[in-house]
C-alpha cells in the first residue's frame, strides 16, 4: 500500500481542531508516541536527502503497545510504500536490529490526535523539539501519481484555513535529526 501524505506546519492546532469539530470530524483522545528510527551501520545520509529506494525501520511505542514500520521512500520523504505490524516484545526487535546491524538514530516523541476528514486520515501533532503539524493522508494503490493526489490533499487542507506555502517536505525523524545535528 502507497501512503502520500502533506504536512503543514501550524502555530494555531487549536483553532484546525474546532473547525474540524465543527465539520463533524471526530477525533481521538490524545496518544502519546515514541518512535525510534533506525539506520543500517550508522548511515545517517537517510537524513540528509531524501532518496527513492531509502528505507526506513521505526519502532513506535505508545500506551496500546508497539508498532513495527517499515518504509521504502518512493518520490519524496512523504511518498512511501508503507508496512506495518504490531510488536508483542519491542525490546527483542531492537536487539534484532542490532544483530542485524541497524542502529538507533532518532528518537521523536510527540502527542497525536488522530481522525477521519473526508475521504483521508488527518492527524493533529504536537512534535517534542519541532512545534504542531498537520498530517493528512491518503492511500492509494502502488501506480498512484503523487502530484494529483498531493493537489487533491492540499485543496482538503485548504478548506480549513490552511495554506501550503506552511507545508513542510521533510518528516519529524529527518527534522529532529537536523535539530539534533546543528
Known sequence: MREIEIKIRTKDLE???SKLLELGCELSEPLE????VYSYNNDVSLW?????GSLVLRIRREKKGSIFTLKKQLSNELDNIELETEVADPEV???????????PQVEVKKIRQKGRFKDYEICLDTVEKLGSFVELEKLTGDDADPAAVKEELFQAL?????????????GYDTQVFQVDHA
Open 93 to 103: 526487535l531492537h536487539k534484532i536490529f542490532l544483530e542485524i546491524g541497524y542502529q
Open 15 to 17: 483553532t484546525v481542531k
Open 33 to 36: 508516541q515514541h518512535d525510534v
Open 48 to 52: 540528509q536527502k531524501a532518496q527513492s
Open 158 to 170: 485548504e478548506s480549513l484555513g490552511l495554506s501550503r506555502d506552511d507545508e513542510e517536505l521533510r
